[in-house]
């Protein structure tokens, strides 16, 4: 498990366009896109969270959902992004294009910042 540190700050509504990407992916039942959320910054220990939001997207008309019998259990939902949910997914990413350059500005003045701080202290030690 993460520590807050080392958590990505990643924004609330950004679970959103990844579930939507991993569903652009394959279709998936809930606790499959949990484990594949990892990689994407998250920590996998809102289970509750991912159901509500994934109920969300179908009430939006951007996944599609259906119970599929298992041979090893109860039957589990599947979810399947909709025509509606892959443009979603393009505005999204259009969105989180323009985030990133955003950060991209701020990052590189703080480097310079950073840059400028440690540059004395660098010549102090020699």
């Known amino acids: 498990m993460r520590t807050e540190d080392e958590a990505p700050a990643l924004p609330k509504s950004f679970l959103r366009p990844c579930l939507l990407l991993l569903l652009r992916e394959q ?14 910054g998250f920590s ?6 991912l159901y509500r939001a ?7 008309g951007l996944v599609h959902s259906a119970w599929e019998p298992s041979q090893n259990g109860p039957a589990r939902r ?3 992004l909709t ?5 979603e997914l393009h505005r ?9 350059e955003t950060l991209d500005v701020f990052l590189s003045r703080y480097g310079e910042f950073v840059a400028l701080e440690e540059r004395p202290a660098a010549l102090r030690t020699r």
Request: net charge positive.
């Open 27 to 40: 279709p998936a039942h809930g606790y499959e896109l949990l484990e594949r959320l990892c990689p994407l």
């Open 44 to 49: 996998g220990d809102d289970p509750g969270g």
């Open 54 to 60: 994934l109920r969300l997207l179908e009430r939006d």
């Open 78 to 80: 599947i979810y399947q």
């Open 83 to 87: 025509r509606a949910g892959m443009e």
């Open 92 to 100: 999204r990413s259009k969105s989180l294009v323009r985030a990133r």
